[in-house]
């Protein structure tokens, strides 16, 4: 990490004189500094280009990230266009057990009951996406928030929190969801979502807090804290938005974990069967319409089976793909705005791995 | 040094009051709670109407204060006393010593299996970097992990178990093998844990191998590896002692780690399985309703978890002389 200096030092000037401007109001010589007026829309573009434009153009230049974001359009665009398309599923809707590619009106074939396997997987996605976004949020919001103020603050609050998230991490996950699911039976998709990541957001937010911990000593934080800068202005500005990459990866990271999780625990049944869901499919395929017996309703099994694979796979390309935002020096390079020939080795590892 | 071993303790303790404590609110936040199970199980049993409503009264009237019930809960935990069953008809104890030691034997297996193949995978993969062969393992790697573990189960039962037969679909022996130290006996329970084992492994093992990969990567540029190279010692020297232990390193921690996890992850895997370990019994308890067992499996596989976390803590400092203890100054 220490060699990628030179690409955060151009980045630090301008950080660094947005939120001194921004906060004129809390200091006499604010107005005298300024000479050049920065209005919002230049304070926009800059938010743009360098949050949005610089990474997006980094990220896509990567294969993975192209596959991932192209699967997740496609997975977008099937959850909301596609189920408001498609017909829902419903039982005798078709003649039953319908082999898949026989007719165009169940293309993929019927189950037992005559229920449209295609319409069953499509409409499980908006759901399933609901869950995804609620979760992820919920669990790098969470892990933002503490990491940021415990390593920030230090002493008795990081002290506090850090306990916290540790007695958090040390609970098993999906034991602690199933028994909480038992007690709660949750019926929304986006409680659901917040549910299975009750405590995976603690892992992350530790390792939010170590980077914080490094980050605090640099001198424009030193700077805006000389100032008088109030300490969430200056996690909102200086400190979080350097970790927006490593959030984004791990935003991947617990969506695909809420996938997995969801699909397990709706195929296991402990949750309200009143929402479509992929694990239901499964869970009937496996268990009622006789895929065991024979080879003959095996597409049951294997289309919400590709359907879960290829989610998991786009959330995966995405963060291994995001990692290389990480790295300062090849984002400047690729923008076009330093000469500098570094090698662009891809040596992001893989971070806090799990599932 | 000592202070944060005694810190650690502490932790370690704390999370476990803490579970305990929550499995005491939940299993009072239940709708319903006991006294409605105890009334479900009377009338499964039979008994008189008139009969059920007075012992449910008089249980109503020894209902203590939260905290007596709060001390006598902890009290009996602490000596072992995990409650009876409601669907099983036993102490839960009992249930949990049978099963346990199957899952801790599939997942430990399975756990140390993928570790070896992730490291050695990884490392060759590291060793290559750039190369077709690169490519085409991380791609595979990827591709594994988008699958998850219970996945692979059902599509392994359905095609080894039912339509080849190859493999037993059900149970951790064969009908009739008793458990003893034969050559039989380990045969069989080898050959009943071979695809459980086989699921997680496999969906697991990218995931580490790419983190190897990175961690090999790493340390390939430091400038200790350029100055063995320099010295001239053998390529198996410096990939062993120099690369290797140090790329290793990090993935202890994920090691110890990843086997409490994957404890947790039994329900779903031994429910596909039909395998009578504590995740088996885990997912009867959560379909039953059969909160004693649902609790006391739930503690187990916590402490579990914790344990295994805390041993690699305090280990860690051990095969790692570097690690110090992070403490955070105050300073704003």
């Given amino acids: 990490m220490g060699s990628s200096i030179p690409g955060s030092n151009r980045v630090i000037p301008m950080k660094h004189t947005e939120s001194d401007t921004g906060s004129e109001r809390e200091f006499s010589f604010g107005a005298a500094q300024s000479e050049v007026e920065v209005t919002t829309a230049d304070r926009l573009r800059e938010f ?61 074939g019927t189950t037992g009951s005559g229920q449209d396997v295609l319409a069953m997987v499509i409409h499980a996605t908006p759901e399933m996406l609901i869950m995804i976004l ?222 | 040094m000592n202070n944060y071993y005694i810190k650690r303790t502490g932790r370690a303790v704390l999370t476990l009051w803490v579970t305990v404590t929550l499995t005491f609110g939940l299993i009072r936040a239940i709708p319903g709670g006991p006294l409605e199970m105890l009334r479900a199980r009377l009338v499964r049993q039979g008994v008189d109407p008139s009969r059920i409503d007075a012992i449910i009264q008089s249980r109503q009237q020894e209902s203590q204060p939260i905290y007596v019930e709060y001390y006598e809960y902890m009290s009996s935990l602490l000596s072992g006393n995990l409650g009876e069953s409601f669907y099983f008809r036993e102490p839960v104890s009992d249930i949990i ?67 080849f037969g190859v493999f037993p679909a059900r149970y951790r022996t064969s009908p009739g093998v008793s458990p003893e130290l034969s050559f039989l006996f380990i045969q069989d329970a080898l050959y009943h ?37 320099l010295r001239g010692l053998s390529d198996r020297r410096i990939a062993t002692r120099y690369v290797g232990r140090n790329a290793i390193l990090p993935m202890y921690t994920g090691f110890l780690t990843l086997i409490g996890f994957n404890l947790g992850g039994s329900v779903i895997l031994e429910e596909i399985f039909t395998y009578t370990g504590i995740g088996y019994y885990m997912f009867e308890a959560l379909i039953n309703r059969d909160y004693p067992l649902m609790m006391g499996i739930f503690l187990v596989i916590t402490t579990a978890l914790v344990l295994s976390v805390y041993i690699a803590d305090l280990t860690y400092g051990l095969i790692d002389p570097r690690v110090k203890s992070g403490d955070s100054n105050e300073a704003y």
Avoid: C
């Avoid at chain 1, 266009?81 to 169940?106: C, D, K, M, V």
């Fill in chain 1, 48 to 108: 743009y280009r360098e949050f949005i434009y610089k990474p997006g153009l980094v990220a896509w230049e990567d294969r993975r990230t192209r596959i991932g974001a192209i699967i997740m359009g496609v997975y977008v665009f099937i959850g909301t266009i596609g189920a408001w398309l498609y017909r829902e599923p419903s039982t005798n809707q078709s003649p039953r057990s319908l082999r898949p590619f026989e007719t165009l009106e169940a293309p993929l």
């Fill in chain 1, 134 to 355: 609620s979760g992820g949020i919920f669990a790098t919001g969470l892990a933002v928030l503490i990491g940021t103020v415990a390593g920030y603050k230090g002493g008795t609050t990081d002290r506090v929190l850090t306990t916290f998230s540790d007695v958090m991490m040390s609970i098993p996950g999906l034991p602690l969801i199933m028994v909480l699911a038992v007690v709660v039976s949750p019926e929304r998709a986006a409680v659901i979502g917040i549910l299975i990541t009750i405590n995976y957001w603690a892992g992350l937010a530790r390792s939010i807090r170590s980077q914080v911990l490094a980050i605090r000593e640099h001198s424009y934080v030193e700077a805006s804290r000389t100032m008088n800068v109030s300490t969430p202005r200056i996690l909102l500005k200086d400190i979080i938005p350097n970790m927006m990459p490593y959030v984004l990866v791990n935003f991947a990271n617990a969506a695909r974990y809420v996938v997995f999780a969801s699909v397990g625990l709706y195929y296991l049944g402990i949750l309200p069967t009143s929402v479509a869901n992929w694990g239901i499919q499964l869970d009937n395929a496996y268990s009622q319409a006789g895929a065991l017996s024979g080879g003959g309703t095996m597409y049951q099994l294997v289309v919400p089976m590709i359907a879960i694979m290829f989610l998991a796979l786009g959330l995966i390309l995405l963060a291994q793909g995001m990692d290389r935002v990480f790295n300062p020096r090849v984002r400047t390079r690729l923008a076009g705005e330093s000469g500098s020939e570094t090698d662009d080795e891809d040596t992001a590892a893989p971070t806090e791995v799990m599932t």
């Fill in chain 2, 97 to 163: 010593i049978d099963a346990l030691p199957w899952t801790v034997f599939v997942m430990v297996m399975a756990t140390i299996i993928l570790f070896a193949i992730a490291v050695v995978w990884g490392a060759l993969i590291a060793y290559k970097e750039g190369s077709t062969f690169d490519t085409a393992s991380s791609g595979l790697s990827i591709l594994l992990s988008s699958v998850p573990f219970y996945v692979l189960g059902i599509l392994f039962v359905v095609v080894f178990s039912y339509k």
């Fill in chain 2, 193 to 229: 844990a071979a695809l459980p084992i086989a699921s997680v492994v496999i969906t697991q093992v990218g995931l580490q191998t790419l983190a190897m990969r990175g961690n090999s990567i790493q340390v390939l540029g430091e400038d200790f590896v350029r100055v063995a190279r």
